[in-house]
Structures are given as structure tokens and as C-alpha cells.
């Protein structure tokens, strides 16, 4: 694999770098942070949240430009959800999908009806929806390597918004 091909993140060194000017300046020393995963949580489950939101939004603008010859009812909203880091909803003919960071390891993802109350998204193996939000939860792996998983299994994140967009739209569908 070449290097120059490959798109690293070097925050991490960045950040490292700060924080020494900062260690020098202030004079406390704390070299245990890089041991505590809580840190990297916050910022995994932010990154992971925030890149949900982008495909969204790609994936219903591009919908919503497919549609444009139809009355505005049938266009989907993006809504950024106040006094949180990144939650979002979307919103169609009475039905929201909600992404939600409930804590820095685990992330929300489910349905909110007027009518209906609250149901997840049907699952391959399933023939209807159950009443319950889905989680995906940080798994913190070795090395604080950490990973987004839904039922035990490694979650991609482009089939994820696939799998909830399809459901919302076929769901808020008239």
C-alpha cells in the first residue's frame, strides 16, 4: 500500500504536538490520557455521527432532486436536533428518523410516529418492526482501536444509511 495513495488522519499527532506546548507551558504533566479510551469515544462516536449525518444528507438531496417535479409533501427535512453535539432527524409526512448519540459508546437509531409511537427498522429477518430503538455501540478494541457494531457485527456505515433511509422512505411514503 502507498502512502501517498492513502488518506491518513493525522489528527492524532496534531493534537499530541498541542498538547505538549501546552504540558510546557502550564507545567502539569499528564501522560496516562492516551491509556483512557473515554477521550476517543467522545471523538469516534462524534466522527461517526457526523459522517451518518453526510451520507444522509447526500443520499436525500439526491432523492429529494428525483422528486423535484412532485408537490414539496413528499420532500424529505433534515433537521439538526438543538442543544446537542450532532443528533439528527429527519422528517416526512408525519414520521421522523432520529439519530441520536445517547452516550459517547452508544448511538440511537429509530423511528417516531404521531400516530405510532416509536419503532425500530425492520431487519432482513424480520417481517415486521419491533418498539424499540436500535444501538449501535462502540466496541474499544486493542490499542483503544475502536469499532461501531450492531449486534455483535461490524457496522459499515454507507449499508447502515442505505438500510434506514430505504426503510424511512418506504415507511413515509403516501
Request: charged content about 25%.
Amino acid at each position: 500500500m502507498n502512502i501517498e495513495q492513502e488518506k491518513i488522519d493525522t489528527t492524532w499527532v496534531e493534537n499530541l504536538a498541542l498538547d505538549e506546548i501546552n504540558m510546557e507551558e502550564s507545567g502539569i504533566v499528564n501522560i496516562n490520557e492516551h491509556l483512557n479510551p473515554l477521550h476517543f469515544l467522545e471523538e469516534s462516536s462524534i466522527a461517526f455521527v457526523e459522517e451518518l449525518r453526510d451520507l444522509f444528507e447526500l443520499y436525500v438531496t439526491k432523492f429529494n432532486q428525483c422528486r423535484s417535479d412532485s408537490s414539496k409533501q413528499h420532500q424529505i427535512k433534515f433537521f439538526k436536533i438543538s442543544n446537542t453535539v450532532n443528533d439528527f432527524m429527519l422528517f416526512r409526512n408525519s414520521l421522523k428518523l432520529v439519530v441520536a448519540r445517547r452516550s459517547n459508546d452508544v448511538i440511537t437509531i429509530g423511528f417516531l410516529s404521531n400516530s405510532g409511537g416509536l419503532f425500530a427498522a425492520r431487519l432482513n429477518h424480520e417481517e415486521t418492526s419491533s418498539h424499540k430503538l436500535h444501538e449501535i455501540r462502540a466496541n474499544v478494541g486493542t490499542f483503544n482501536n475502536i469499532e461501531w457494531r450492531f449486534n455483535g457485527e461490524k457496522v459499515d456505515s454507507h449499508a447502515l444509511v442505505k438500510h434506514y433511509l430505504s426503510e424511512f422512505i418506504r415507511h413515509s411514503a403516501r
